[in-house]
């Protein structure tokens, strides 16, 4: 097998061959080595590379493949962390100059878990500061580019864990998602990011209240069953996580050996709110939905009316944010990037009536999402209301395109995404298609709270009908 074929494998298929040693983790782990090395200073993807500790871990993967050992579900896999993340004795910056050389004495529990399935870890994937926003640049490490235009950005917050997924940097990344965070940067790169039910997998430990009962953790890959492979691997109950509950004991990978005869679809290209979207984006979702009729599954247009959350969602984020920095706000205002500023002093000047008329808002959200669910079984919606798009926001502000007569902004950019973490549903974003410039386009699949089974099988169920692994970025 030639080196880029095994970059772009499954981690599923990888997992066989390591279990029969066809191929070993070692050999894996040194090719796609290889490869980041060559490609990562083109699109900055990854910000802290782990390559030692990748060998040692692909060592002893291959080592206990020879003794006879168990298993882990992801043994010998190279796997990423995104930089909001613990890893235990390497750097971990938040994206922000603030925790520039912080060094955490522990993992945290999604970390633990990733690691004792027996991945093997290459390094932390670039975010923006704090993840405050849905593009990836921050002040130590720079802009992370998409890999299918580098002059455009990957989106955000988990861009250098979609940018490398997309590029062959590695099967599996960790991504987090408080907004949109997981599914912008798929949509923006070409992969699928899956964003489980709020609680499914626990968060600890951790120390910010920014996004506090909002960011779901979850998967960044190629291929829908490499996803389910990672859910069975993070979730469940963890006593340090008072949101999370109890693992559901489910396989995920063993889901899709039988599609559900009926499911009743529903789309919307604008939840009722937005007003915004870009017409290769709109064309190229309204034709991935007419593809789930091949299965003969009910799809129609729904008239769902979500009241405009998008003050709420940015009141709730900023009152976090102001709570969290409004010491280093004050004395350290220099080092934060132009948009978290903005976002703490909004955070500074709300009152607790506003913070009681967002979370009102988002209780009302929920309740039309619950009456929704009553009739279908599914919600399709674009991802973004545009494609990737080159910001150039870092030291002035962020840049957004505008459509028509009428720029984007930083939420409006989420329009899609955010209210789903108001909800807590589960979420993912798969490509749909591809722009006449050659950049991807995402569909979101919205599925009932608990319910990331049928959202998988849906999601499978659309990568079988219209596939999109077989397109690879081209680097000179």
């Known amino acids: 097998m030639k080196k880029d074929e095994i970059c772009y494998i499954s981690a599923y298929e990888m997992l066989e061959k390591i279990k029969t040693q066809e191929l070993t983790s070692t050999e894996i782990t040194e090719t796609i080595i290889e490869r980041v090395e060559k490609i990562n200073p083109i699109i900055n993807a990854y910000c802290t590379p782990t390559f030692d500790l990748a060998r040692d871990m692909a060592k002893n993967a291959d080592n206990a493949v020879k003794k006879g050992e168990k298993l882990g579900l992801l043994h010998g896999i190279p796997t990423s962390i995104k930089d909001l993340m613990l890893l235990k004795g390497i750097r971990t910056t938040y994206g922000s100059l603030l925790h520039e050389n912080f060094i955490p004495d522990e993992d945290e529990v999604v970390v633990e878990r990733l690691k004792n399935a027996g991945c093997v870890i290459l390094g932390k994937t670039n975010t923006p500061e704090f993840g405050s926003v849905g593009l990836t640049n921050n002040k130590i490490f720079g802009e992370t580019k998409n890999p299918w235009d580098t002059e455009t950005n990957s ?114 290209m604008t939840l009722g709110f937005n007003k915004i979207l870009e017409e290769e984006v709109r064309e190229s979702v309204l034709n991935g939905v007419q593809k789930f009729e091949n299965y003969d599954w009910d799809v129609e247009e729904t008239k769902l009316k979500i009241k405009n959350p998008g003050t709420a969602f940015k009141t709730l984020v900023s009152i976090g944010y102001a709570y969290d920095l409004q010491k280093d706000y004050i004395n350290r205002p220099e080092v934060i990037t132009p948009d978290l500023k903005a976002t703490i002093r909004l955070g500074l000047d709300n009152n607790s009536m506003n913070i009681g008329k967002a979370r009102e808002q988002r209780k009302r959200v929920y309740e039309v999402m619950y009456q929704y669910f009553k009739e279908y079984d599914v919600l399709i919606t674009p991802t973004t209301p545009h494609p990737a798009f080159k910001p150039g926001w870092l030291e002035t502000g962020t840049t957004f395109p505008t459509i028509g007569k009428k720029a984007l902004n930083t939420v409006s950019w989420m329009s899609y995404t955010f209210p789903f973490n108001m909800t807590g549903l589960p979420a993912a974003s798969i490509p749909s298609g591809w722009t006449s410039s050659g950049l991807p386009i995402g569909m979101q699949i919205v599925g009932k709270r608990y319910d990331e089974k049928t959202v998988l099988q849906v999601s499978k169920a659309f990568e079988e009908i219209a596939p999109w692994q077989d397109k690879k970025p081209q680097f000179k």
């Open 155 to 268: 989106g955000g917050s988990s861009g250098g864990a979609a940018s490398s997924v997309a590029a062959g940097l590695g099967p599996l990344a960790l991504g987090s998602d408080g907004g949109g965070s997981i599914r912008l940067p798929s949509s923006c790169c070409g992969v699928y990011g899956l964003k489980p039910t709020f609680g499914r997998i626990p968060r600890f430990p951790h120390e910010t209240i920014a996004f506090w009962s909002m960011d779901h953790y979850g998967p960044i890959v190629r291929y829908v069953k490499d996803a389910a492979l990672m859910l069975n691997v993070m979730k469940g109950h963890h006593p340090g996580d008072s949101n999370s509950f109890p693992d559901d004991n489910i396989d995920y990978t063993k889901i899709f050996e039988d599609k559900p005869r009926k499911l009743k679809i529903g789309y919307s």
